[in-house]
């Protein structure tokens, strides 16, 4: 039995999972999630991109624009980078400790929490597996000082306290904490708004691509809006902590920029294809639409109703000829009743006797439209 349990053993003793497990946290859940999702979609894409046929270009650089955008704007909701700063230190792993250890230590502000790293310079240090990654949540009020008491409680170390401190109090010069949770809290809420509006964007590009473009600069305008806004909610006075005599200087991060990159290309596309709608109307097209070169296509829908209403165009011009044709009849002829008062003539009745009258109606029987096809008949005169 001692040669079944401690085989492939150094010490012959159990297995220690205490040491082999104590890893940090190296890679953010929801961030993964919103990349395979993203990617997901990006490859099926490319796998189908060329069996199209019509429209390449526009299709290709419109879905690659709006992926990017939707990644952009899931990345900044739920990255840590929106304020960042990083540094080398020599301090103490503990408080009241005479030991000096050199490390570096990193601060990761996002939208609702901020991420903490620790990790000893394996250089200088024998026991290089020291490696922390702490994260603290400020969603409510009360969140940060909470989670800065239960870091206390499990005896984190020292340089990750000093700096989650900044941001824990709330009194007098330490008012970081508030400060960037309300930059947070308003910079989530026009992210979602910007989420919106990119679903809205998708919806009509499949739909009526020239109201896509215009949602499409809603949606990069938003963008820019959260950049502006995330920016003039910062703290006044530059956050500059001090850690066993490092100082840390917070610069703003790749979240931002990424945001900012991405709600620029988004607008000026916009403004790109609505300009291109304008200059040559119903030109711009992608096979995202619905019924996409099929007898319901847009384009289809729009010649077809060209050609109607030119067709009801004539059509009227002819009714409006027949009509005043009509009308020159009938008034000719009312005009030539009221002329003579003893009614018109008929030529199926004629009189054998020659008369002014009878010579006056055959040299105007040719314009006449009221011909019978039997000749003047003579008169019977009863005696």
């Given at each position: ?197 990119w679903l809205l964007m998708m ?20 963008m820019l809006m959260t950049n ?156």
């Amino acid at each position: 039995m001692r040669g079944w349990f401690d085989a492939f053993r150094n010490d012959g003793g159990p297995t220690l999972y205490s040491y082999s497990n104590r890893t940090p946290v190296t890679g953010d859940v929801n961030l993964i999630t919103v990349f395979v999702i993203f990617f997901t979609l990006l490859a099926a894409f490319l796998i189908i991109f060329p069996g199209i046929r019509k429209e390449k270009l526009a299709t290709f650089l419109t879905v690659i624009l709006s992926l990017v955008v939707g990644t952009a704007i899931l990345v900044a909701q739920y990255g840590s980078t929106w304020h960042t700063t990083s540094s080398n230190i020599v301090s103490s792993y503990s408080a009241f400790s005479k030991q000096k250890m050199a490390a570096e230590i990193g601060g990761y502000i996002g939208l609702m929490h901020i991420n903490i790293t620790y990790r000893l310079s394996p250089e200088n240090n024998d026991s290089s597996d020291v490696e922390y990654n702490e994260r603290f949540w400020w969603r409510t009020p009360t969140e940060m000082s909470e989670s800065f008491k239960e870091a206390l409680y499990r005896g984190a170390p020292f340089p990750i306290i000093s700096l989650a401190e900044y941001f824990s109090l709330h009194q007098e010069g330490f008012s970081w904490g508030s400060k960037y949770r309300e930059a947070g809290y308003y910079s989530s809420i026009m992210l979602w708004a910007c989420f919106a509006s990119w679903l809205l964007m998708m919806l009509l590009l499949m739909v009526v691509p020239r109201y896509g473009a215009y949602n499409m600069m809603l949606t990069g305008f938003l963008m820019l809006m959260t950049n502006l806004t995330y920016w003039s909610l910062l703290p006044c006075e530059p956050l500059v902590a001090h850690v066993d005599g490092s100082i840390l200087i917070f610069n703003l991060g790749w979240n931002y920029w990424l945001l900012l990159v991405a709600g620029i290309g988004c607008l000026f596309a916009g403004i790109v294809i609505t300009a291109i709608d304008l200059i040559f109307p119903h030109q711009f097209s992608t096979i995202l639409e619905v019924d996409h070169d099929t007898p319901y296509d847009r384009h289809v829908i729009i010649e077809e109703s060209f050609d109607r209403r030119n067709t009801k165009r004539k059509l009227a011009k002819i009714e409006d000829a027949f009509g005043d044709r009509i009308m020159r009849q009938l008034s000719s002829k009312l005009g030539n009743g009221r002329e003579d008062e003893q009614g018109v003539i008929n030529q199926a009745y004629t009189s054998h006797e020659p008369s002014e009258l009878h010579q006056d109606f055959k040299d105007g029987s040719n314009r006449c439209n009221w011909s019978y096809p039997f000749p003047p008949m003579s008169r019977r005169i009863a005696t």
